[in-house]
């Protein structure tokens, strides 16, 4: 295992960390008793497996269903300075009812101490609120670091890119020491939120890069052919790690074998730009030929944003998820996250096209060198494709 200096926490960080979302039993919270013993075993084998292959920081959430109560039947069985601790907790208006949550959260993982805590979904500008407003969340997670419950306190962003910069810059209560961000091959869009923390010395931890980086784990087989001799889920891993601001980021292993193909992918991390850069070409060459960009993202910053556009439209959302179906055959990822539009998820925000012909548009391309009527309807075309298949 490869291990980097997680920024100002010091701490000895795997490159690779373990989540307990996809092993957990399931979403919905249960006592222990009613856990089965299959589900509990299969945790317990992941987190066994992790530490073997020293991937020694385990990541949960008080909002991962039973995964904390399943990790606190075990944990207190290793040696304590065997593995660092993640969980996390979102903030809320009231300082004291996050308080309350953490405590229980130390409880169900039958815990003193974590060695993480991240304040989770600083998502908008009400959550970043909360958590940095003055005796606020982070006020309330100061205190709790100061009377030995918590080591180090960061937070997890999944919004826009200006409140995830907003929370890397608050100064407040000391700042945060750590971000959890999604950033990968297909997504961009957050690289100033890292190099930013980065220069501030903060832990930069990747979340998620294999399910919400294009759901690799079940890659088209478009992708396949052109990552060899890499698979799709290796080839975005090598991209996150090759950058020297990422510190680590998240396998989430639903099995034991699930980290078996990244320990494969670490053997190339010395030669990340030699192994990546043909890969690179061949996906940025189909995309070029299918949709005339060589990157998915190419007219994002063109484009209006969902919030001032009418009927809170996000079209450089729906082109970019357009762009990825239509170059690298990722419909799948494309379907489901379009389907999650409209229902204030931060990871998919703003609506779809759907009411795309009640609003008049073309007034928020009034600083745009794009022709309105030709991003209307190119919009109102991929809106088809997105909810009516290829």
Not at 32 to 45: F, K, M, S, T, V
Not at 313 to 321: C, D, E, V
Not at 349 to 359: Q, W
């Amino acid at each position: 295992m490869r291990y980097r200096r997680f920024g100002r926490t010091n701490l000895r960080m795997p490159v690779l960390s373990a989540g307990f979302m996809r092993c957990m039993h399931g979403w919905q919270d249960l006592p222990l008793a009613d856990i089965p013993r299959a589900g509990q075993a299969n945790l317990e084998a992941v987190v066994h497996r992790a530490l073997a292959l020293g991937i020694t920081h385990l990541e949960t959430a008080r909002d991962y269903g039973t995964s904390e109560r399943q990790l606190g039947r075990l944990l207190p069985e290793l040696p304590r300075d065997s593995f660092l601790i993640q969980t996390k907790v979102q903030p809320v208006a009231d300082p004291a009812v996050f308080t309350a949550h953490v405590l229980d959260s130390l409880a169900r993982l039958n815990l003193q101490r974590v060695d993480l805590l991240a304040i989770h979904g600083i998502n908008d500008h009400r959550t970043l609120w909360y958590a940095c407003r003055p005796q606020g969340c982070l006020a309330a997670a100061r205190r709790l670091q100061a009377e030995g419950w918590i080591g180090h306190i960061g937070f997890s962003g999944h919004g826009d890119t200006e409140v995830i910069l907003a929370a890397v810059r608050h100064e407040g209560d000391s700042g945060f020491d750590y971000l959890n961000i999604h950033w990968y091959y297909i997504f961009q869009r957050h690289w100033s939120a890292i190099a930013e923390a980065d220069a501030r010395d903060m832990g930069v931890f990747i979340i998620s890069p294999t399910d919400k980086g294009g759901m690799l784990q079940a890659p088209p087989p478009l992708l396949v052919e052109l990552s060899r001799p890499l698979s799709p889920m290796q080839f975005n891993g090598l991209f996150c790690l090759a950058s020297s601001e990422v510190d680590t980021m998240s396998i989430g292993a639903a099995t034991p074998a699930d980290f078996d193909a990244h320990l494969a992918m670490l053997t190339h991390l010395d030669r990340a730009a030699e192994i990546s850069e043909p890969i690179d070409r061949r996906w940025r060459q189909v995309m070029q030929a299918t949709t005339g960009h060589e990157r998915p993202d190419a007219l994002w910053d063109l484009l209006p944003a969902w919030e001032t556009t009418p009927g809170y439209i996000n079209l450089p959302f729906t082109i970019w998820l357009d762009n990825l179906a239509r170059g690298w055959g990722m419909q799948e990822y494309a379907w489901s996250r379009y389907r999650g539009m409209g229902q204030d998820i931060p990871w998919v925000p703003g609506n779809t096209a759907a009411e795309l012909d009640r609003f008049d548009l073309t007034r928020v391309f009034r600083n745009s060198s794009l022709d309105p009527h030709e991003i209307i309807e190119y919009v109102r075309q991929a809106h088809g494709r997105l909810v009516g298949g290829w």
